[in-house]
């Protein structure tokens, strides 16, 4: 089946670090990909999304590229701020059955310090 | 526009016990969906609701029922509840049809002991 594999963490970096957190899926067909974010104590939040082959989404300073050829969706941030300390999931949309459902990565915690 | 909102936050269950998770969204959304989140295991989803009456297994649903209400809300139930269902549920909601944003709640934190 579709599955996400992503960087593990955690990841610990200082301000205005320069932040990539790797992520590649498996999937029949072409799906949509997504990076959600998490910060402490709080649901999940989408930070940007790409629907097709080549699409880059950004968000916040945050940019993924939609890699069809190497089936990689990484993400980026050329600054990390304090705020930016949360735990990343890389997801992608699967279709089957009508109805849209997300297969998500296991997260990658990101700290950041001043 | 309260979103997505769950009901309890946090809740702690002996084995065997019983107990309903609430969720309701007010965005009109169509879909619904339950997730658990467990550490390095990232989000696993249990149930799914594509529309008011309609429900369907995720990856995970062993151990648990659903109800789809009406539009607005979908629980989750534990009949029987074991440890290895201490866990941290999420409920989310979208739009239909393809790729929509799913908006999440904050999350019911439960431990089974």
């Known amino acids: 089946g579709d599955s996400v594999t992503q960087m593990e963490g955690p990841v610990t970096l200082s301000e205005e670090a320069f932040l990539t957190i790797n992520c590649t899926y498996t999937?029949?067909?072409?799906?949509?990909l997504f990076w959600y974010v998490q910060y402490p104590g709080e649901g999940l939040q989408l930070l940007l999304k790409a629907t097709k082959a080549d699409d880059k989404g950004s968000n916040k300073g945050f940019e993924a590229t939609y890699r069809k050829e190497t089936t990689s969706f990484h993400l980026e941030k050329g600054s990390v701020q304090v705020s930016d300390s949360a735990v990343y999931f890389c997801?992608?949309?699967?279709?089957?059955?009508?109805?849209?459902?997300?297969?998500f990565g296991k997260g990658t915690k990101l700290t950041v310090n001043p | 526009n309260a979103g997505v909102t769950q009901t309890p936050k946090f809740q702690v269950l002996k084995t065997g016990q019983s107990m309903t998770l609430q969720c309701a969204q007010d965005m009109n959304h169509n879909s619904m969906y339950w997730y658990r989140q467990d550490p390095g295991m990232g989000l696993r989803l249990i149930y799914y609701s594509a529309s008011e009456g309609t429900t369907d297994k995720g990856e995970v649903p062993n151990g648990y029922n659903v109800s789809r209400l009406n539009k607005r809300e979908f629980s989750l139930r534990l009949e029987s509840a074991a440890p290895s269902q201490t866990s941290v549920y999420f409920c989310?909601?979208?739009?239909?049809?393809?790729?929509?944003?799913?908006?999440f709640g904050p999350g019911t934190r439960l431990t089974v002991l």
């Open positions: 989310a909601s979208s739009w239909d049809g393809s790729y929509n944003e799913q908006f």
């Open positions: 997801a992608l949309s699967d279709l089957r059955g009508g109805s849209e459902k997300l297969v």
């Open positions: 999937a029949t067909g072409y799906p949509s």
